[in-house]
């Protein structure tokens, strides 16, 4: 994922109602990985931007190339954070590092990344991240008891889950107010020009 696409590009044309309930149910398809009875992999490969940067923040485990660009560019793009982003940045980083991410949204390589903890690890080439992820995989799965990981990883989840929730319900109010707004016209209009967004 990596900024505006042409379905959010629509949301401009759509009353601060409906975005509400395409807010909501966009989520949907997004937090049941917070209730798999497994542990969550993100292997970023490949630019992870805005949503697609917020979907790892939801997993468990998070690996990288040092090269690959990631960030939440939300305010850029003229709508506040969505996909949990204001509930599993703040809490996943530091304060500081979660705030700099957010209100400057600018891209980061994963090498960054990793000194932030962002991630656990940044690989030298992208292409071994997929295999290192997987080889994680075998090596928790193979190693530990299916019943205590499920108990786990319930245990460690059941506490965030309503936050996350009324969390979302919060982002997706917000963003529908913010596609409403002008500062979203504007910065779509820079996406399509090429140039920077001037905020009013």
Not at 3 to 29: H, L, P, V, W
Not at 30 to 41: A, C, H, K, N, Y
Not at 48 to 60: E, L, P, Q, R, T
């Amino acid at each position: 994922s990596s900024g505006i696409n042409a379905e959010y590009g629509e949301r401009g044309e759509t009353s601060e109602e409906e975005n509400f309930k395409i807010m909501q149910e966009y989520y949907g398809y997004f937090t049941p990985l917070l209730e798999l009875p497994l542990p969550t992999i993100a292997a970023i490969n490949g630019p992870a931007v805005g949503a697609g940067f917020c979907v790892a923040m939801f997993c468990d485990l998070r690996l990288t190339g040092q090269t690959v660009k990631l960030g939440a560019n939300f305010l850029r793009v003229g709508i506040s954070p969505g996909m949990g982003g204001s509930y599993t940045i703040p809490t996943k980083l530091s304060d500081q590092a979660s705030k700099e991410i957010i209100l400057t949204g600018r891209l980061f390589s994963g090498e960054e990344a990793e000194r932030m903890g962002v991630v656990m690890r940044a690989l030298p080439d992208k292409t071994q991240v997929l295999p290192e992820a997987l080889a994680l995989a075998d090596q928790i799965t193979s190693t530990t008891s299916p019943l205590a990981m499920r108990e786990t990883l319930h245990l460690t989840r059941i506490s965030q889950l309503p936050a996350i929730k009324e969390q979302l319900v919060r982002e997706a109010a917000a963003q529908a107010r913010c596609f409403a707004g002008p500062d979203y016209r504007i910065a779509l209009e820079s996406v399509k020009t090429k140039t920077p967004p001037v905020f009013e």
